[in-house]
């Protein structure tokens, strides 16, 4: 795993989506892990889809700066008669253009839940004050879900759009009984693409 900052960006100019200079940055630091060998680039937040395909377009190996770009093969897996849960970050941030950005053009079966509604995400994650503490964190993404399942029962599946979010797929999973979508795992799925492993036994 390489890690690579760009240097002057905030979570504040990822939220705004940055502008045009904001995005050649990126690519210049893309290209940068290009040069180096890595096989495959992701993001820290899901509101770099503003950066997508500006970037995508610009390397030549595989682009995933955002967990959204997964919600067009969530919406086919879960069946056009039930809907898909997005916990976010920020739900004001999260509309229609931004999963425009991943192809999606209908939204009616997404429904969204924003964190920052919630004290201790508020206070930690969007402020950066304090301390996280697990416990209080498991039990607001935890009432964020049931929530969300509660006002749209026909809910067939969870995806968290925060890259601090996956830490609780786990708790959600159980108090929903829902399949739970995240960041983390997503980059084991793209892992396991580029970085094909041999099989044993019988196929």
């Known amino acids: 795993i390489r890690y690579e900052t760009v240097p002057g960006a905030s979570g504040a100019d990822v939220l705004r989506g940055g502008g045009n200079a904001f ?8 290209r940068k892990l290009e040069a180096e060998g890595v096989r495959a680039i992701t993001g820290n937040c899901g509101f770099m889809v503003a950066f997508q395909d500006y970037v995508a377009d610009r390397v030549n ?11 067009p093969m969530l919406l086919q897996m879960i069946g056009r008669n039930q809907k898909l849960g997005v916990l976010t970050a920020n739900s004001a941030s999260l509309g229609a253009t931004e999963f425009g950005k991943v192809g999606v053009a209908d939204t009616s079966r997404i429904c969204v839940q924003g964190m920052e509604v919630f004290p201790h ?7 950066e004050l304090g301390t996280l503490d697990d416990e209080k964190m498991t039990a607001e993404v935890v009432q964020a879900a049931l929530d969300l399942q509660k006002a749209n029962p026909e809910l067939g599946a969870f995806m968290f759009e925060c890259s601090d979010l996956p830490p609780y797929s786990k708790a959600v999973h159980e108090a929903t009984g829902l399949p739970v979508f995240d960041w983390a795992n997503f980059i084991t799925y793209v892992y396991n693409a580029t970085v094909p492993h041999d099989y044993n036994g019988i196929v």
Do not use: C, R, Y
């Open 121 to 127: 995400f508020n206070d930690v994650v969007l402020k």
């Open 23 to 30: 995005a050649d940055q990126m690519v210049e630091h893309a």
């Open 61 to 71: 190996i595989p682009v995933f700066l955002t967990s959204l770009v997964q919600i």
